[in-house]
C-alpha cells in the first residue's frame, strides 16, 4: 500500500512540475502576421494612410513612444506640469504627419520576432524611421496585435525613440 502512496504522490508532483502548455501559434499565422509588417512598410512608404489605418483594429489604439525622465521634466518646466510623457495624438496625429511629409519617409524593421498564442500575438523588432533618405531616430518597437475575422490587427504600437541629431 505504501509504495502505491508513493506512485500517487510522484505522479501528482510530476504533474504539478510539469511545464505550462505552449502557445498555439501557426505557420500560416506567423505568415499572416509578418505580411501585416510588410504591408505597414509599404503604406508607410507610399503615404497611404487609409491602407496603414486597415490594419488596425481602431484608429484609437494605444500609440506611442514614452518620453525620458529629461524630455518629461523639460515639457513639465516650460508647457504642462501635467505631462505624462505620452503622446496623445496617437494614431491619427501619426497619420496626419505621413499625410503631409513632403519628403520620401520610411520604417526599416530587423531582428522581427513574432510570439503567438492563438488570436494574440506579439511583434517586436528594432527600427529605423528615415526621412528623406536619413535616420531620423531609432529604437525597438512593440506592437500587440488580436486576430478579428480571419484578420490579425494591430491594437497597440509603443516604441523608444532616440533621435540621431542629439
Known amino acids: 500500500m505504501r509504495w502505491i502512496s508513493a506512485v500517487v504522490c510522484m505522479l501528482f508532483a510530476g504533474a504539478v512540475l510539469a511545464a505550462p502548455a505552449k502557445p498555439i501559434s501557426t505557420p500560416e499565422d506567423v505568415a499572416a502576421i509578418t505580411a501585416v509588417t510588410e504591408q505597414f512598410q509599404a503604406a508607410l512608404k507610399a503615404k497611404d494612410v487609409k491602407a496603414l489605418s486597415s490594419l488596425l483594429l481602431h484608429s484609437n489604439i494605444l500609440w506611442t513612444s514614452p518620453a525620458s525622465d529629461k524630455q518629461v521634466a523639460k515639457m513639465r518646466a516650460e508647457t504642462d506640469v501635467n505631462f505624462d510623457g505620452v503622446n496623445l495624438a496617437g494614431y491619427s496625429g501619426f497619420a496626419q504627419f505621413v499625410k503631409n511629409a513632403k519628403f520620401p519617409i520610411e520604417e526599416r524593421f530587423y531582428n522581427v520576432k513574432i510570439t503567438q498564442d492563438a488570436d494574440l500575438a506579439w511583434v517586436m523588432f ?41
Request: charged share 25%; glycine share 12%.
Open 126 to 166: 528594432d527600427y529605423e524611421f528615415v526621412g528623406d533618405g536619413k535616420v531620423e531616430n531609432y529604437g525597438i518597437e512593440t506592437w500587440q496585435m488580436v486576430k478579428r475575422g480571419g484578420q490579425w490587427k494591430i491594437f497597440s504600437v509603443v516604441w523608444s525613440t532616440h533621435f540621431t541629431d542629439q
